[in-house]
């Protein structure tokens, strides 16, 4: 918690038990405001800065991996092999490791559209209210867009023969990248695959 949101809290306490305390306050203009300050206006603000502190800290790649389910996800990312996409990219720095799994994922998480806003709102019930589910799946196939955020423009994918004649069609979303690129979180086989030695999860 931020040192505004304790001060924003402490005050909002002191201010209601102070009305409490003193209700007859609220006879004059000064004792109202004081108490629609204290009762309304600055839980509304502390709330709402909460909020913004606990969905920054969702980003992080360690809050996805404190989820017993999406640990063998984790351990995927120490797979020695540079054909597994989220191992490379994690290993090598590709991504900002802190927030690996939000910068693959983003249309997954909280941080999209309503419709992703509530399926994260869901991930949230499951962990403290019920039961987690067993296999992880995505909604929706995964897009290009979370690929290209990084990779378009860059000169290794622009200008590789490879790509050059489908750039378009992977642009535009309509051949997948996963159609060449299919190695990624191997989490059945995790036990049989080396793993890179040097990181630490």
Known sequence: MTRGLIAI???????????ILRSSITAEKGGKIIAFVGFFILPIMAVAISGSVHLEKSKA?????????????????YIDDPNYIP???FQNHL????????????SYTMFGGMKRKM????????YYLGKPIEKIELYDPYENRECLHCHEGARS???NP??????????????????????IHNVTELAELPK????EM
């Open 95 to 106: 991504i900002p490791n802190d927030k690996a799994c939000f910068t693959c994922h983003t």
């Open 157 to 159: 994918f622009e200008e």
């Open 87 to 89: 191992a490379n990219h």
């Open 119 to 126: 399926q994260g709102l869901k991930h949230v019930y499951i």
């Open 196 to 199: 890179w030695q040097k990181g």
């Open 9 to 19: 809290i402490a005050l909002t306490v002191a201010l209601i038990v102070f009305v």
């Open 61 to 77: 790649t360690d809050f996805c991996l404190k989820c017993h389910v999406m640990e063998p996800y984790g351990q995927s990312l």
């Open 162 to 183: 490879i790509h050059e004649s489908v750039v378009l069609e992977i642009k535009n979303n309509e051949m997948s990248c996963l159609d060449c690129h299919d190695q």
